[in-house]
Structures are given as structure tokens and as C-alpha cells.
Antibody
Framework: EVQLLESGGGLVQPGGSLRLSCEASGFTFSTSDMIWVRQAPGKGLEWVSGFSNGGRNAYYADSVKGRFTISRDNSKNTLYLQMNSLRAEDTAIYYC????????WGQGTLVTVSS | DVVMTQSPLSLPVTLGQPASISCRSSQSLVHSDGNTYLNWFQQRPGQSPRRLIYKVSNRDSGVPDRFSGSGSGTDFTLQISRVEAEDVGVYYCMQVTHWPPLTFGGGTKVEIK
């Protein structure tokens, strides 16, 4: 069974940084595409970043390009999202999901950017 | 970027009655490999999204057969043949054909009348 467990969210001031983690199990993580999707309070789903081609290519939404960095540690079956220069509009629940098709999602981790 | 437009925004339905959600894309979702990468997700209140349908009409494992997907090109539909109480939530379409970026529809809230 595919399981994804996000962590690392919390309250951070504007301009600050956070690193989110997504620990994966139940599938071959090292060859899997992975994505991050966020959901602002009361809003819809927004794709943030993702790996394709088995993790060789990384992509970003324009809204986070230059501020967020996706990475992975295949030895730990873990996906990361380093978030710098955070803004109020980055406040959201952040989900990781398996594959660009989004077959399976974690429970999410809440990031709140506020002074 | 491909814009995904869903309608209606809100869908009140009587238990046991059918429901239909429309999703339109700003350009054809037929990939150069011949597949159409259009998925549907359900998000129940307080839960993470769950994929129901992939590649237009393929139900995921464990998804009740009252859910079905159809469509082609730029017009797609998610149908629920007989709505049950557990179907309450927000439904999203998502295209993968022209990624990056992945793009979602704005969501349709299904509620019981």
C-alpha cells in the first residue's frame, strides 16, 4: 500500500524559510515521479513543483520559481520542498503525491506565513 | 498554460439522483502518444484529495462503479449515477497532457439537498 507522510509545516514570518518532507513507502520511490500540490484555506488545488523522468527533471510553478527547490533522497525514500522567501500567499496545506497523475496523496502539512 | 474550467461551481443533489460535472480545457488534451491525460479527484470535507478517474474514463481501484468519466478533446464529464451521502465534497479535474504545469479545474462542490 502506498503511504506518504508529510511533515515540516508550521508558522513562519514573511521572508522566512521552511523545509517540508514527504516520507514514502509501499512503492519503488527511486524511480517514481513525485509532485507537490498546495491548497490555500478555502481554495482549490494548485500544483507547486514536481519531478518527472524518474526524478531527473524538476519543474516549478511560476508562483514559486526561484524561491522553492524540490529535491529527493532516494536512500531515505523522502521527497523535500525547500521554501525560501516565504510570502503570505504561500499559506496553504502542502500535499505530496505519487506520480504526475497524482494517484496517491499524503495527509498534508500546514504552512502559515504570518507576522 | 492550459486553463481548466469546471461547472457548475455548486451542485445540490437529492440522494439517489444522478449528478454530472463538466470540465473544459482551453486546448485539446490529446497527447502526442494518443492518450488523453485527464483525471478526476474527490476531496471529502477535511480529507486529502483522492483520485477517482484517470485517463478520462478509468476508475481507480476501490472507486464505486456509480462514478464514471467520459469525454474527449476539450470537453469532459464526471457522472455519479446515484448520489450517496458519502459523495459529498469537492470534485476537481486535472490535466497532465501539457505539463508542466499541471493544472486543475476550480472545483465543484457536491452537496445534498
Amino acid at each position: 500500500e502506498v503511504q506518504l507522510l508529510e511533515s515540516g509545516g508550521g508558522l513562519v514570518q514573511p521572508g522566512g524559510s521552511l523545509r517540508l518532507s514527504c516520507e514514502a513507502s509501499g512503492f519503488t520511490f527511486s524511480t517514481s515521479d513525485m509532485i507537490w500540490v498546495r491548497q490555500a484555506p478555502g481554495k482549490g488545488l494548485e500544483w507547486v513543483s514536481g519531478f518527472s523522468n524518474g526524478g531527473r527533471n524538476a519543474y516549478y510553478a511560476d508562483s514559486v520559481k526561484g524561491r522553492f527547490t524540490i529535491s529527493r533522497d532516494n536512500s531515505k525514500n523522502t521527497l523535500y520542498l525547500q521554501m525560501n522567501s516565504l510570502r503570505a500567499e504561500d499559506t496553504a496545506i502542502y500535499y505530496c503525491a505519487k506520480g504526475t497523475w497524482g494517484c496517491c496523496w499524503g495527509q498534508g502539512t500546514l504552512v502559515t506565513v504570518s507576522s | 498554460d492550459v486553463v481548466m474550467t469546471q461547472s457548475p461551481l455548486s451542485l445540490p443533489v437529492t440522494l439517489g439522483q444522478p449528478a454530472s460535472i463538466s470540465c473544459r480545457s482551453s486546448q485539446s488534451l490529446v497527447h502526442s502518444d494518443g492518450n488523453t491525460y485527464l483525471n478526476w479527484f474527490q476531496q471529502r470535507p477535511g480529507q486529502s484529495p483522492r483520485r477517482l478517474i484517470y485517463k478520462v474514463s478509468n476508475r481507480d481501484s476501490g472507486v464505486p462503479d456509480r462514478f464514471s468519466g467520459s469525454g474527449s478533446g476539450t470537453d469532459f464529464t464526471l457522472q455519479i449515477s446515484r448520489v450517496e451521502a458519502e459523495d459529498v465534497g469537492v470534485y476537481y479535474c486535472m490535466q497532465v497532457t501539457h505539463w508542466p504545469p499541471l493544472t486543475f479545474g476550480g472545483g465543484t462542490k457536491v452537496e445534498i439537498k
